[in-house]
Nanobody
Framework: QVQLVESGGGSVQAGGSLRLSCAASGYTHSMAWFRQVPGKEREGVAGIFTTGGYTWYADSVKGRFTISRDNAQNTVYLQMIRVKPEDTAMYYC?????????????????WGRGTQVTVSS
């Protein structure tokens, strides 16, 4: 089964930058980043196909976040710039066997344990 390990979370000031990493084992067709805060539903952030590199984003992060993949390292990244306090959340990496450009968490069967991102104002 696919295993995912996130890293790179931490505290950053509003307007700053942060890069999250997700190291993956096993084969997947699509991977994505989600985030969740207490009392709220899990929210899709960005996704990418492992072949071809097609990407998709939530409206709330378009123009600020970039998802990418390093095939040599078998790692997916989330580059976050101009972060806002509302970006504060636990960020989760997810993977799916299916090649479907979606941010619906129900389409993803494999999940990491998360990495915390805190943005201060």
């Amino acid at each position: 089964q696919v295993q995912l390990v996130e890293s790179g979370g931490g505290s950053v000031q509003a307007g700053g930058s942060l890069r999250l990493s997700c190291a993956a084992s096993g084969y997947t067709h699509s991977m994505a980043w989600f985030r969740q805060v207490p009392g709220k539903e899990r929210e899709g952030v960005a996704g990418i196909f492992t072949t071809g590199g097609y990407t998709w984003y939530a409206d709330s992060v378009k123009g600020r976040f970039t998802i990418s993949r390093d095939n040599a390292q078998n790692t997916v990244y989330l580059q976050m710039i101009r972060v806002k306090p509302e970006d504060t959340a636990m960020y989760y990496c997810a993977a799916s066997e299916w090649a479907l450009a979606t941010l619906d968490p129900n389409h993803y069967d494999n999940w990491g344990r998360g990495t915390q991102v805190t943005v201060s104002s």
